[in-house]
């Protein structure tokens, strides 16, 4: 307990600045659905006060509180005084674990998937079947989870063969004009394993020579959320290794949550940053390459902007899928999808109801679209428009720069 307190006493540079004005209460997902002061930064940052104060001694529950949180980071984005939230959550959630251990099954599950990637692999054809074996599938790759351990849920499958495995190596554009790493993420690696091939082969064809990692090591954001700080430093470490060994200005990634992990959690954990430059692919179609694609989907069609979208890009994001399509509407609920990763595990029923009031803007509105550049958004968001029975489809814009650039034909 005593290292503990002088562990979250360390804090104090980053707690103090929190002059407990409660306007973080505002912008809180989870706080407006239950109005608990302990799902909002300030309830949480009183709460590790008082246990280094020595008013409190509960560690369990302390922890319990602190993983109540999507991480999306609104707090930290809207707070007037600069409180870093999300680096104080980690840390001190990092430091609680150290006493309040994971249970065995999570810290051999969480140790073997994130730090051995290439055992993950080797097992992807047994993944695959196991998650067959436990869902249904009720429409084009979505599953109906049967195990009451999964939920309630509708899921895309995973994958047979992951993407790395395929796509790992150099792809050559035949008129190259510059060379990128393409950074897959777990859920493409794993999930979305077409939209990882749709942007090779769409970056190939405008030019750009793409570097895909043989193992796609995780950016380790749900090892971070789990309290294990050292798994991400771990991680982070082995992907900026392989980022600057190659001679490349950028790192393209189709995850908003990975790249604000590579770009800005190296700070949590006192590591230096890779030398290149994290950008999305969509920012990268639009601003580097200088591409637009214009108005041929006649269905409506919305946007919903992931919380860890880098602010300034969003005025990107909006122009490029309202130019795509005849008929867009913005969503007035421009909340968190609800998902967060681990939380999505921890509390589904949550997440899912976050999820669901954005479905019911869906349905009123007679959205038939709904696009979103972020795989954790997609999962979420199809869940709940499949539980809602809407005809809405959930698709991450570069299918639609596939489909008007590459075409139909070339689908595989
Ligand atoms: S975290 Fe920021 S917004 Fe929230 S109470 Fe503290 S100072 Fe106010
Ligand atoms: S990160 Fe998001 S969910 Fe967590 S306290 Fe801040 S606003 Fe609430």
Known sequence: ??????????????????????????????????????SVARGKINLIESLYEGNIKDVKNTLKILDYCILCGRCEKNCPSGVNTVEIFLKAKSSLRKIKKLPVYQKTLLELALSHPSLLTKISSMLHKGFKVTTKEVKDDIYHANLKLLGNRYIKGVKKTFFTSTYGGIHYAKEEQLKVIFYPGCAINMIYVDWGEKIVKLLNRLGVTVIVPETNYCCGIPAATMGRLDIMKKLLKINYDFFDAHDVKYVVTSCPTCNYTLDNLNSVVDLSKSDVEFIDIIVFIKQVLNIDINGHIKEKTSLHIPCHYESCYVPILIDVISKISKDFVELENQDCCGFGGTFNLKHYKDSLSLSLKKAEEVEKKGIKMLFTPCPGCVINLTDAVMHKNLKCKVLHPIEIFYEAIIGDASKN
């Open 1 to 38: 307990m005593k290292r503990l307190i002088h562990e979250l006493e360390e804090l104090e540079e980053l707690l103090i600045k929190c002059m407990k004005c409660g306007m973080c209460q505002s912008v809180c997902p989870l706080y407006n659905e239950n109005f608990f002061e302990g």
